[in-house]
C-alpha cells in the first residue's frame, strides 16, 4: 500500500515511476533500466533485501546513482550509516505528499551525499 502511495504521489508530480515490491526486485528493475532511472528510492524494510543490503548491492552496480532512502526511524546513528553506504538523501515516514516530493527533488538536483 505505501509502494502504491509513493507511486501516486510522484507521478502526481510528473515523474515517472518503476516499482519493486522487494529488494531482490529492486535491483533487477535496476539492473535492467538503469539507463533510464535517476533516482532510487529504498525502504530500509523492504522485504527479501533490507534496503541497506539493496543500497549496498546498487552501489557495486553503479557507484554514482541518486539514492533516496526511506525508513519510519530516524537514530542519527542510521543515517549516519547510510551516509557512509552513499545514499543521496533519507525522507522520514510517515511522509507528506509534499514532503517526498521536495526530498526527490533535493535528492535529484543536489547529488550531494546525505546531509
Known sequence: MILELGQAILE??????LTALDGE??????????????????????P???????LE????LDPDVKVLVSSGYSEKS????????????????PYTPSNL???????LDAGNPLA
Open 101 to 107: 516530493a521536495r526530498a526527490v527533488r533535493n535528492a
Open 48 to 54: 527479501r533485501f533490507s534496503g541497506r543490503e539493496a
Open 25 to 46: 526486485k529492486a535491483l533487477s528493475v535496476f539492473a535492467e533500466e538503469r539507463k533510464q532511472i535517476d533516482l532510487i528510492i529504498l525502504d530500509l524494510s523492504m
Open 78 to 93: 542510521e543515517t549516519d550509516q547510510l551516509e557512509e553506504l552513499g545514499a543521496t538523501g533519507y525522507v522520514p515516514k
Open 12 to 17: 502526481k508530480y510528473g515523474y515517472t515511476v
Open 57 to 60: 548491492r546498487i552501489r557495486q
